[in-house]
């Protein structure tokens, strides 16, 4: 074989594992099957089939074309597909997908194809369990970017193999054994030895395996990018949910009643803050009611946010509820989600102080950590006795908002955007959100992007 014979069976290689990735990606029911958090035995079962079959097809394709040149025909990916699946499916999956696409070889009498597949979906599935934050597989890549000077800033300093390293390494062991294979036993075996490598053959080699690595890397990367759309979705979803949460608790008769009524009562001593109410009321109905950006500023969100407590304050009185804010001006043009402090300061005024007596305070803070932008939501109300989650299940209300801002951090930014709360009966709440630091120019499609591939840093 010759450099460009290599080089057509590469090119052929990739752009099928790429058409194949591309038309699976498009289908919805592999999307469910292949997003789910946990797939059941019969998910399971289902994923595999969908994967393994149109790979078995292709391997049928290469064994009935006798007419042709093996070296010319690259449609043969059993062996990385064994690979792709096991990593994503699991030992059970990838075991089965590589006795799926090896039985159309294994029935031509290449009898080492079986063990193989079987072998290299067994240890990927072995490795996937190992894994422990998702976000290693679905950014797992063999190009060089600045990820690679991450990587060896990390490592030099505290010496360590990652899950991305030792997926890499086990691909090269298993690429490795299989030439071995291929040489012991030339018709056991469909790959490209040494003998059938142009010269030099160590540089053929190197670039035979990078071929394995991008032809497992590059279905990953293209779903990936259906993730990435489908959590994007979720977000404006959820979005929407907050916004007719704050709309129908805030914009109900029994507010606007309250709200007026206050204005009102301030029309003949204090008409400027009577204007000046009735201002904040219609930012707040027009934001609420308007369309707006799915990611905003810190300073942009905490203008909102102050709409809606002077309007409280106004309610309340001066005396009953006050606010204190410490933040840090360094954290006012972070991006964040939009609608993502009011559900808390709303809960803290409804079920914290609104309770109490003699009323109480609410205290906001933010500050710069480690990459990330942590804010505190701190009230001295009466606390909570149950967590958010069971609150909301009790049918009463309380805490669905903060569900969903926990659940938009969690489609956003996977298990780098987090919020937690501290609460005690009598003693308050505090809840703490965690997110990291976005730059201002990206869009919101580059901004999840951006913060779901971050946990390879």
């Known amino acids: 074989m010759d450099w460009q014979s290599l080089f057509f069976q590469l090119l052929v290689k990739l752009g099928t594992a790429a058409a194949v990735a591309s038309v699976l990606g498009r289908a919805r029911e592999f999307k469910k099957l292949l997003f789910a958090e946990r797939r059941s035995r019969r998910k399971n079962v289902l994923f595999t089939l969908f994967t393994s079959i149109p790979f078995a097809v292709l391997v049928y394709t290469r064994c009935r074309a006798k007419y042709l040149q093996a070296a010319d025909v690259g449609v043969d990916m059993g062996f990385e597909a064994s690979i792709l699946i096991g990593v994503i499916g699991g030992r059970v999956a990838g075991t089965l997908g590589g006795a799926i696409m090896a039985l159309p070889a294994t029935l031509h009498g290449e009898y080492l194809t079986l063990p193989v597949n079987v072998v290299a979906g067994l240890l990927a599935g072995s490795l996937r369990h190992f894994c422990r934050n998702e976000e290693e597989i679905w950014t797992f890549s063999p190009f060089l970017d600045m990820s690679v000077y991450r990587w060896l800033k990390r490592n030099l300093r505290h010496p360590r193999v990652d899950w991305q390293t030792a997926f890499f390494l086990i691909i090269v062991a298993l690429q490795a054994a299989r030439l071995e294979l291929r040489v012991a036993a030339p018709k056991g075996l469909f790959a490209l030895g040494p003998d059938d490598l142009p010269s030099p053959v160590p540089l053929a080699l190197m670039l035979g395996l990078a071929g394995v690595i991008a032809t497992i890397s590059i279905p990953i990367k293209i779903w990936n990018n259906a993730r990435i759309e489908m959590k994007l979705e979720e977000q404006e979803r959820l979005l929407l949910e907050a916004r007719l949460d704050a709309l129908q608790s805030q914009i109900n008769p029994h507010f606007l009643f309250n709200t007026l009524n206050s204005i009102s009562s301030l029309v003949r001593f204090d008409p400027d803050r009577a204007r000046d109410l009735i201002v904040k009321l219609s930012k707040i109905l027009r934001r609420l009611l308007g369309k707006h950006d799915e990611f905003v500023q810190l300073r942009e969100e905490i203008e909102s946010v102050d709409d809606y407590l002077d309007i409280e304050v106004a309610r309340f009185g001066r005396d009953k ?55 505190h939501v701190e009230d001295d109300g009466v606390g909570m006795s149950a967590p958010p989650a069971v609150a909301a299940q009790t049918g009463s209300g309380r805490g669905i908002g903060m569900i969903n801002v926990a659940e ?28 990291p630091v976005l730059q201002q120019e990206e869009s919101a499609a580059s901004v999840a992007y951006a913060a779901r591939s971050s946990t390879r840093s």
Do not use: A, W
């Open 408 to 435: 938009r951090l969690h489609v956003l930014f996977g298990d780098e955007g987090k919020m937690t709360v501290q609460s005690r009966d009598g003693h308050g709440t505090l809840v703490i959100v965690e997110l």
């Open 321 to 375: 509820l006050r606010v204190y804010k410490h933040l840090n001006p360094d954290t006012l043009d972070v991006i964040i989600p939009s609608m993502l402090l009011q559900p808390l300061v709303e809960n803290s005024i409804k079920h914290g102080l609104q309770p109490k007596v003699d009323g109480g305070s609410i205290t906001v803070r933010s500050r710069l950590q480690e990459g990330k932008l942590v804010i």
